[in-house]
Structure formats: C-alpha cells, structure tokens
C-alpha cells in the first residue's frame, strides 16, 4: 500500500494533470464528458500499477542482494 502511495504521487507529477486536462479538451470539443474521463482514469490506473510491479521487482532483487 505504501509503494501505491508513493507510485500514485509520482505519478501526479508527472503528467496527471496534463492527462486531465486533454480529456476535457476531448470532451470539450466532442460534448461528451464521461468516456475522455474514464480512459483517462484507466491510463492512470496502468501507469501506477506499472511502477508498482517494478518498484516489488525492485525491492525484491535489493532484498536478494543484501543477503536476507
């Protein structure tokens, strides 16, 4: 839960709200708010399950090579 967290703040960094923004652009231009919305929610879902899957990799590998 904590790597979600962290995962979901980078995330929000880097480009959710850009993300956002694009989607009310597309909602905007074609009056329909909920699907540019939605496919928005879905790229930041699978962003921030990616890095969580690589973030467990990580510290997975990191554990191994410390020896515990």
Do not use: N
Not at 9 to 38: C, H, N, W
């Amino acid at each position: 839960m904590i790597t979600l967290t962290k995962e979901s703040a980078l995330v929000s960094t880097v480009g959710v709200l850009d993300i956002m923004r694009r989607a009310q652009i597309v909602g905007g231009q074609k009056a329909i708010y909920f699907e540019p919305l939605l496919f928005a929610g879905v790229i930041y879902f699978t962003i921030v399950m990616v890095l969580t899957y690589l973030g467990q990799r990580l510290e997975k590998r990191l554990r191994k090579s410390d020896g515990r």
